[in-house]
């Protein structure tokens, strides 16, 4: 029996600057929720936007994907999407997302997964909340100044991964 060759998938090479938004503008959960299914609209891959919405909107029905410390990690497998597609937003003044802890979310890590593609999508969600497990992380990434900023931030901790 061969094993099949496993494809290892960095944050800091999914993620693409122009899949940065620095800026979000929504003020609640469903504005946000458009707003980073525009942002992965902006990819070739993602076929259809209406289908992308409606399967994160399903995802977030069961459960807030906000995972506490001003993060949340909106995420959904559909077959409206050709292959993984990473995308990073900031909400400078915070926003009520229905968060674990109840405090406000300022970052969202967005994934958009092929229907077929469960333990990719777990690994890169995994990879994503090891990440912004440490508090210094997610201060880091609340005060990046630009784009570049944040692949350096991601970047350097997957070199030098905390913990």
Known sequence: MALEKTK??????ALKEKFINLNLQGKNKKDIIIELVDLIGQSKKLKNKKVFLAALTKREALGSTGIGSGVAIPHAKTSAIGSFILAFARKEEGIDFGALDGEKTYLFFVLAS???EVGDHLKILADISRLVKDKYMVELLKRARDKKEILKIISSAQKNPIG
Request: aromatic share 0%; glycine share 12%.
């Open 8 to 13: 290892v998938i960095k944050l800091s090479g």
């Open 114 to 116: 092929p229907e077929k």
